[in-house]
């Protein structure tokens, strides 16, 4: 599976940004989605995750509430929309994707990454 990711940039704090990720591959709604960030300094953590289906979510406590992912398997596409964003949402977030159906798994189980995009949020 190769990723593409796109959409970071520059944003204020309290602004918006849009992360979206397209995979290639035949079997993409087999695979479990993750965006996976890391920080400056800081080891890489998994920000949110997707089932196969969309039908169950996980986000890391830091982001619950102004972060969403979401999934459209027709386009072969996982999104990362975030709201609110603060400073230390400052990272460079990947995509990721892995076959097992478990949405709290570390980054080492990760099978697939894409090239990171950097968001930084000034404050």
């Known amino acids: 599976v190769q990723l593409q990711a796109s959409g970071g940039g520059l944003v204020q704090a309290g602004g918006s940004l849009r992360l979206s990720c397209a995979a290639s591959s035949d079997t993409f709604s087999t695979y479990v989605m993750a965006w996976l960030r890391q920080a400056p300094g800081k080891e890489r953590e998994v920000v949110a995750a997707?089932?196969?289906?969309?039908?169950?979510?996980y986000y890391t406590d830091s982001v619950k509430g102004r972060f969403t992912i979401a999934r459209d398997n027709a386009k072969n596409r996982v999104y990362l929309q975030m709201n609110g964003l603060k400073a230390e949402d400052t990272a460079v977030y990947y995509c990721?994707?892995?076959?097992?159906?478990?949405?709290?798994?570390?980054?080492?189980?990760?099978?697939?990454w894409g090239q990171g995009t950097l968001v930084t949020v000034s404050s």
């Open positions: 990721a994707a892995k076959r097992n159906n478990y949405l709290r798994s570390p980054p080492s189980e990760y099978d697939y």
């Open positions: 997707i089932a196969w289906r969309g039908d169950a979510l």
